[in-house]
Each structure stands twice: as C-alpha cells, then as structure tokens.
C-alpha cells in the first residue's frame, strides 16, 4: 500500500476560502515533500519539511508536519482559481530509497 | 530556462511494438527518473538513476527498459512484454537522492492501438 494517503480526495471551495488537505504515512521519515498537477501537466514541487521541522511557510501555503502522529497538513490561503489542481504529498522514508506519493487530492476553487 | 523536456506528448503502440519515450534536462542534475500514473493514483516508480552509467529499477520496472549514457538524457522503453502500458509517463530530476525536491517534465501520455 501507498505510504501516504491524502485526505480528503476531493475538495471543492469558493475564490477566497481556505483550502487544508491532510496527508498519512506509516513508516519514519526523513522529510515530507507536497508537490502540484495541474491537469494533463507534470507536477511542480511546492514545499519540503524535514522531520525535525514542525512548520513551514511559502507565500499563500503553510505546512505542519506531525511526527509524532505520522501527518502533514497543507493550508492554502486565501484560495484562487488558479490553484485548482491536484495536489500530492510525497514521502522520503527513512530507510528507503524512493519517493512514495499519495493518491492525491484534488481542488477546486469556483471562482 | 533550465528544465525537464519529454517527447512525444502523444504517443500510440501497436501491438508487439517496442516504444521509446525521451527524456531531457539542462538542470545539470545527477538523479533522474521515470514514473507511470494511472487515472486518480500516485506516481509509482519504474526506474531511476543517481549517476550516469547506472540505474536502478523501481517498483513496477517489469516490462521497461532504460540507459543513461549521458548525464542530461534518460529514455524509457516500453517493451511488448508491458502487457498494460496505456498510462501518463513522467520524468524528474534532482540534483542528487529521495530526499532532494524532483523537477518534472510534461509527461508522455501513452495509449495502444
């Protein structure tokens, strides 16, 4: 089975709301990464949190990482049209040699 | 612009064909590699390589083929032993492992005749 789940699968909010997907993993890690598919297109990384770190920002974007309960969260602000898209997590397991993506989730913000 | 160039975006196989998707960066990464997505799942990963002259084989690597005889080019071949090829096929690099961020490509969507 896949490392990281995304939940929920699909999300859908209005310009200007707030957009938070979660993500799960089950074995220690070595940093959590969220990566951005627009449709049809590759995906774009976004943010990458190493396991000592408990939160990250990156313009409209804020990511917490929870060790201790295995999860991540990704909040995106003050949502846009633009951003809708499917949206992964991706983790580096700590003995592993792979990035292990989840099924992703995906946004839409209705303008 | 430094990035990730794959060819075709479009591609057909036949039956019993062997096909060869490209894959190049100016990125001067060491690392590349080559995922296949299926309609509403994750990547999965068939090959990569950290260094010119080798590479590893992932997790769905049954039915593919790869070379990395130059840092900047990673092409894939699909042999007629994949018996489901029909997927959206993506290429990364990074400037060295798992735990550095990947830059992709556009993908190669691949479907049979």
């Known amino acids: 089975s896949q490392q990281g789940e995304e939940d929920p699968q699909a999300l859908s909010i209005q310009e200007g709301e707030n957009a938070t997907m979660n993500c799960s993993y089950k074995?220690?890690?070595?940093?959590l990464q969220w990566y951005r598919q627009n449709s049809g297109r590759g995906l774009v990384h976004l943010i990458l949190?190493?396991?000592?770190?408990r939160e990250k920002h990156s313009g409209r974007l804020r990511v917490t990482l929870d060790t201790s309960k295995k999860s991540s969260s990704l909040l995106i602000t003050a949502s846009r049209a633009a951003d809708t898209a499917s949206y992964f997590c991706?983790?580096?397991?700590?003995?592993?040699?792979?990035?292990?993506f989840g099924a992703g989730t995906i946004l839409r913000v209705k303008s | 612009d430094g990035g990730i160039t794959q060819s075709p975006k479009y591609l057909f196989r036949k039956e019993g064909q062997n096909v060869t998707l490209s894959c190049e960066q100016n990125?001067?990464?060491?690392?590349m590699y080559w995922y296949r997505q299926d309609p509403g799942q994750g990547l999965r990963l068939i090959y990569y390589?950290?260094?010119?002259?080798?590479?590893q084989k992932g997790d769905i690597a049954e039915g593919y083929s790869v070379s990395r005889e130059k840092k900047e080019s990673f092409p894939l071949t699909v042999t007629s032993a994949q018996k489901n090829p029909t997927a959206f096929y993506l290429c990364?690099?990074?400037?060295?492992?798992?735990?550095?961020?990947?830059?992709f490509g556009d993908g190669t969507r691949l479907s049979i005749l």
């Open positions: 991706a983790t580096d397991a700590l003995y592993g040699n792979k990035l292990v």
């Open positions: 390589s950290q260094i010119v002259n080798d590479f």
């Open positions: 074995t220690s890690i070595n940093n």
């Open positions: 949190i190493r396991s000592n770190e």
């Open positions: 990125l001067n990464h060491d690392a």
């Open positions: 990364a690099s990074s400037f060295s492992g798992f735990n550095q961020p990947q830059h």
